[in-house]
């Protein structure tokens, strides 16, 4: 297991925004400097709803990897890969089919709700259906221990979670396990097997979880254990089973307070977004054109930020005291909306010069950006080969 190993996709489907930023990338950036990150373009998944308009993919793939890197996300320190170029995704999908209750799909809350909502088209595809389950193959194929995703994700990093522990129900015995592990547990030298093999049994006899927690804590410090000796006995703690499969955390993200130009979501359906790395003057027009509160009519009218789009942009990019100027010059009517906004224009077009300036060389080079990918999917195969080792294996397609 890697608990410090960090994954998440974005679909290629358009171009990124503002609400990208805010929402996702940002938090990427963070993350990318306390774990080990592995961050993917979705290209497949892209197919299960564009499945009749793939050239969105082709377009918007190599701009999403330059708005990451504009964003910040650093190639040195995160992997970045193209789903389908490690076709292992595939094969572990096509692997986890065989043995998933399609009722675990078709509940799936997005199943529903993404068929209705997008109405226009037909997703009753064997592909859509499937799509969590290859997200769960994304995740597993990584072994990775935390999942950033927003709150729709969440039943997705769930039903992996089930995923992972019915595979390792299967297919996790093996003859001589028991053995095995009491053979991995005398490495932790004999006082802590001994402890090992007491908190198990207090979890296993008694259910006592404290206990269970405790003997993970002891494994994950033990430094002279390899890696199968550790997954070993992790899968020992809880019964007599190998993990083989690993269950994920989702790392939620705290929902994006972007709003978009009109004040609904930031959101390319709703035709209210600003492109990461929209032309300033493009900016400074959308800006300059939004909406404000109905009430103030004329300049002497007085408003209330709380029901004007701009109020919430100056809560992402005004300090205290600039937002305070707001509140008290709209309600007043001491300011007006042109002057109101202007701060707004040149705080947003400021942090985007920042990500022009990064994008610039993959703009002028996307030879940069293509090897920066091939690299990001060597190493991602990589990672991904040694768990299909596993996974065939216990599937008997190991036949040497
Ligand atoms: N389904 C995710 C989305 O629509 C994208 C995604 C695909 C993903 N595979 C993933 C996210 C694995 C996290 C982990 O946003
Ligand atoms: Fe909105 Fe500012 Fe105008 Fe008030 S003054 S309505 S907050 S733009």
Same mark, same amino acid.
């Given at each position: 297991?890697?608990?410090?190993?960090?994954?998440?996709?974005?679909?290629?489907?358009?171009?990124?925004?503002?609400?990208?930023?805010?929402?996702?990338?940002?938090?990427?950036?963070?993350?990318?400097?306390?774990?080990?990150?592995?961050?993917?373009?979705?290209?497949?998944?892209?197919?299960?709803?564009?499945?009749?308009?793939?050239?969105?993919?082709?377009?918007?793939?190599?701009?999403?990897?330059?708005?990451?890197?504009?964003?910040?996300?650093?190639?040195?320190?995160?992997?970045?890969?193209?789903?389908?170029?490690?076709?292992?995704?595939?094969?572990?999908?096509?692997?986890?089919?065989?043995?998933?209750?399609?009722?675990?799909?078709?509940?799936?809350?997005?199943?529903?709700?993404?068929?209705?909502?997008?109405?226009?088209?037909?997703?009753?595809?064997?592909?859509?259906?499937?799509?969590?389950?290859?997200?769960?193959?994304?995740?597993?194929?990584?072994?990775?221990?935390?999942?950033?995703?927003?709150?729709?994700?969440?039943?997705?990093?769930?039903?992996?979670?089930?995923?992972?522990?019915?595979?390792?129900?299967?297919?996790?015995?093996?003859?001589?396990?028991? /053995?095995? &592990?009491? !053979?991995? %547990? +005398?490495? #932790?030298?004999?006082?802590?097997?001994? =402890?090992? @093999?007491?908190? $198990?049994? *207090?979890?296993?006899?008694?259910?006592? /979880?404290? &206990?269970? !927690?405790? %003997? +993970?804590? #002891?494994?994950?410090?033990?430094?002279? =254990?390899? @890696?199968?000796? $550790?997954? *070993?006995?992790?899968?020992?703690?809880?019964?007599?089973?190998?993990?083989?499969?690993?269950?994920?955390?989702?790392?939620?993200?705290?929902?994006?307070?972007?709003?978009?130009?009109?004040?609904?979501?930031?959101?390319?359906?709703?035709?209210?977004?600003?492109?990461?790395?929209?032309?300033?003057?493009?900016?400074?027009?959308?800006?300059?054109?939004?909406?404000?509160?109905?009430?103030?009519?004329?300049?002497?009218?007085?408003?209330?930020?709380?029901?004007?789009?701009?109020?919430?942009?100056?809560?992402?990019?005004?300090?205290?005291?600039?937002?305070?100027?707001?509140?008290?010059?709209?309600?007043?009517?001491?300011?007006?909306?042109?002057?109101?906004?202007?701060?707004?224009?040149?705080?947003?077009?400021?942090?985007?010069?920042?990500?022009?300036?990064?994008?610039?060389?993959?703009?002028?080079?996307?030879?940069?950006?293509?090897?920066?990918?091939?690299?990001?999917?060597?190493?991602?195969?990589?990672?991904?080969?040694?768990?299909?080792?596993?996974?065939?294996?216990?599937?008997?397609?190991?036949?040497?």
């Amino acid at each position: 297991m890697y608990p410090q190993r960090v994954l998440s996709g974005m679909r290629p489907t358009g171009v990124l925004h503002l609400g990208h930023y805010h929402g996702v990338l940002k938090n990427w950036v963070k993350l990318q400097s306390e774990y080990e990150c592995l961050f993917f373009v979705a290209d497949w998944h892209a197919l299960t709803t564009h499945y009749d308009d793939p050239s969105v993919i082709r377009q918007s793939t190599w701009d999403m990897v330059i708005d990451w890197l504009a964003a910040g996300i650093d190639p040195s320190s995160a992997t970045l890969f193209i789903q389908s170029r490690v076709p292992e995704h595939a094969e572990l999908h096509l692997l986890l089919s065989m043995c998933t209750p399609l009722g675990w799909l078709e509940r799936v809350p997005t199943y529903k709700d993404q068929q209705d909502k997008l109405n226009d088209k037909d997703l009753s595809t064997y592909g859509f259906l499937g799509y969590p389950l290859l997200q769960a193959a994304d995740i597993l194929i990584y072994r990775a221990g935390q999942v950033p995703v927003g709150e729709d994700q969440v039943p997705h990093v769930e039903l992996t979670r089930e995923i992972a522990r019915r595979f390792n129900h299967l297919y996790g015995r093996e003859t001589d396990f028991e /053995e095995k &592990a009491e !053979e991995s %547990a +005398k490495k #932790l030298g004999g006082k802590r097997a001994r =402890l090992l @093999l007491e908190l $198990r049994t *207090r979890f296993q006899e008694q259910g006592d /979880e404290s &206990a269970l !927690e405790q %003997a +993970k804590a #002891l494994l994950q410090e033990s430094q002279n =254990l390899t @890696l199968d000796d $550790r997954e *070993r006995l992790f899968g020992y703690l809880e019964g007599a089973r190998r993990l083989i499969l690993v269950e994920p955390q989702a790392l939620l993200t705290e929902a994006s307070r972007m709003p978009g130009l009109d004040g609904q979501k930031m959101s390319k359906s709703y035709n209210n977004t600003i492109g990461l790395r929209e032309d300033p003057d493009v900016v400074a027009k959308k800006i300059r054109t939004m909406p404000t509160d109905p009430a103030r009519i004329r300049r002497t009218d007085p408003g209330t930020p709380e029901k004007c789009p701009v109020w919430a942009f100056h809560q992402i990019y005004s300090d205290e005291q600039r937002q305070d100027w707001v509140q008290q010059g709209c309600r007043s009517a001491g300011i007006g909306c042109i002057e109101c906004k202007q701060p707004v224009i040149d705080a947003v077009i400021a942090e985007q010069d920042i990500f022009r300036a990064r994008a610039k060389p993959f703009e002028e080079d996307l030879d940069l950006v293509k090897n920066i990918v091939a690299d990001g999917c060597e190493k991602a195969r990589e990672l991904a080969r040694q768990t299909m080792r596993d996974v065939r294996e216990v599937m008997g397609l190991d036949l040497g």
